[in-house]
């Protein structure tokens, strides 16, 4: 089991950007595809992308060009960068890991993004 942790939401323009954070620990980083997943009020949960552990990415047709998903192996850590950031962003983000191509089982709690217009 993995423990994980994001960060990096906040308020933010139209237009703006944002880089969201997801600290892992307990678990071996390197084993895992890291997924972000948005819920955004009274929606679905919704997937946003992944890495895979060979770093491939796989991007929603909805956030498909504005974004970018990344990991630093040596810090336990992958990122989600939005760019162009729209009202209908607004949600909030959990990253969740599952090994290998497998199901996601481990999540954080979740950071709020708010877009303003």
């Known amino acids: 089991q993995v423990h994980l942790v994001e960060s990096g939401g906040g308020l933010v323009q139209a237009g703006g950007s944002l880089r969201l954070s997801c600290i892992t620990s307990?678990?071996?980083?390197?084993?895992?595809?890291m997924g972000w997943f948005r819920r955004a009020p009274g929606k679905e949960r919704e997937f946003v992308g992944c890495?895979?552990?060979?770093?491939?990415?796989l991007t929603s047709d909805s956030v498909k060009g504005r974004v970018s998903i990344s990991r630093d192996n040596t810090k336990n850590t992958a990122y989600l960068e939005i760019f162009n950031l729209r009202p209908e962003d607004t949600a909030v983000y959990y990253c969740?890991?599952?090994?290998?191509?497998?199901?996601?089982?481990?999540w954080g709690q979740g950071t709020q993004v708010t877009v303003s217009s």
């Open positions: 307990g678990g071996t980083f390197t084993s895992y595809t």
């Open positions: 890495i895979t552990i060979s770093d491939e990415t």
């Open positions: 969740a890991a599952a090994l290998g191509l497998g199901q996601y089982l481990d």
